[in-house]
């Protein structure tokens, strides 16, 4: 096999050339590429001290227990490759309209695959020396990505996003009881001992006592006092605030980092299913009279059910005037879903665009430019450009980054917050290495797949994190979430089994690419009856009813809670004509959700038959479940809600 070239250096990237494809369109090169990679390693072994005599004689590979342990594992294999075939999920399918996934990128899967056979351990760059390098500079495109300056931020790859908003919360919980700790150990570092405003202490000026706490070699000593070394318990901490569309990996970061669930703050969504300014503020205002500190606050940019995005803008604001009138917070955006969705307002020199130069932008480069439908609204720009001003933010790429699982990410504003973290064990890290390279030291996690941070590594050398890169598949996406909803309103009633139907989306605008949508019986006024009919719908076209293999198309669902969404879903409610007084009795509405990741259902010559063949499908499966039964089939014991799935 002849070697591949070297990288043809940056231009113009054609998407269509970046994922294995719907129906392995790319396969040649996929195949001749990991062939390459394997011989690529094959060598490596062979290359290590070529001299040394093989371990493993012929006459001891034709013995009968190596022949017959040969074909244990090919069988074993078979069965795996059989049991992957005939139950995976087909993500990559422009069929699939469900969770956050779709295909993935080859240069990605191929990074990963080939790590994998190296074996890399990215806690110290003892054991990962070609990837840990590959993770901190992941974690500079994440800090550059989210318009942190690199010279002072940091970020790295996480398991997942439930790890990264982990990290998140412990660096705040850390920080928090911080200037409590200096004023017991060194009152002489703190200028106001008073309880309240050693709780309220800014996280810039926090992190200032903690420069000076080192510099004179007592921050050992403060950070045993502190949440850190005594216990979550030791100084009030506080309360957390989240939307109350969170990731449910909040509690869990509560509970374990011993702030408890009880502290969490769910702060009620608007009707766009953002989090309500006013109520924060109310909020806020209600625990300063109480004197309850505030540990921080988490806005979301992609809600997990709806990706929504809140407005970060007015959440800086906000924390900026409360920080000028002595009242100080943490404050983490979880962009685990969104967070790639920066790359569309950035050009190549990491400039943040105005919103007036967004449409000539995009198209630079590419096929045509895009339409108006690919730019996301003026309020979803600004919550984008102020993520800048958070502390920390999570950003996922094993979602709209496009990588394999598990590759969740965080980045941090000012690595001075690491010192709150670190921890070295004196076997694993070696003192005269760079901090940086030896992660485990000041992550959550221990031993970490270098595999991970290869595939995250080329993913990013190929694609950049702006306009040019990653924000041309991300206004395909949003172009496609545009398309998908003009067609669900283009059949918003229709004849299904001598039934009128009609159909509604949750938002006619969503702020990014997730459509969650419902139907009902024309006239229909009860909320159980149409819960029926769109549990019925879903259990058609996912898993419940079968194979995958059988199902036309494949979408995920979601429950809306009134406990959770208050009254934000009634205006859907009442589009599709449901009585207002059921959304109280009722307190549940259940929608169909899909997220729309591939790149291919916009912009590409088939993409208008594609919507227009889901329409006929969905017709199809109503006319058979509506047929079925009058009623439609009661909700199923058992049946999970499934919410909140990644
Ligand atoms: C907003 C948000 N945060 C965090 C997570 C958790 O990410 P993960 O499933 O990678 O742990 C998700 C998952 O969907 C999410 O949507």
New binding site residues.
Partial sequence: MTTPPKGSGPGPVSLEALFLGPQSENQEFFRSMLEFLIEEHVHWRRDFHPKDHPLLTPKEMRAPEFLATADRMREVLLDLSARLKSTSTPWFSTRYLGH?NSDTLMVSNLAQMAALLYNPNNVTYESSMATSPMEIECGQDFARLMGYDPRTAWGHITS??????YEGLWLARNLKSFPAAAAEIAPELVEDRDPWALANLSIDRSLDLLDVAKRSNQLAEILRRSARGAGAGRFPLGKLLVSST??Y?WEKAADLLGIGVEQVVRIPVTDRFRMDLNEFQEAVDRLVREKTPILGVVG?V???EEGAVDEIDGLVRLRDQYARRGIGFYLHV?????GYGRALFLDSRGTFLPYERLRDAWGKGTERPGPESAVPSREVWAAYRAMSAADSI?V?P??MGYVPY?A?GIAIRDRRLLGLVSYSAAYVFDRDNPLDLNLGSVILEGSKAGATAAGVWAAHRVLPLNRDGYGRIIARTIEGTDHFIRTLRSMREFSAGGERIVCEPLLANPDYNIVCMAFNFKGNPSLARMNRLNEAIYHASSYESGPLYNDKWITSHTELERTIYGDAPRPFLDRLGIDPEEWARVGTVYVLRSVVMHPWLAHTSTYPEKWESYLSIMKGDIDTIVRGSKEVRPPRAGSAPGR???
């Fill in positions: 956050m997942d996003g439930t790890i990264a908003n969170r990731h990996s979301v992609g809600t997990t979880d962009a685990a879903y969104g999570t996922d094993h979602k598990s969740g909140r799935k990644g």
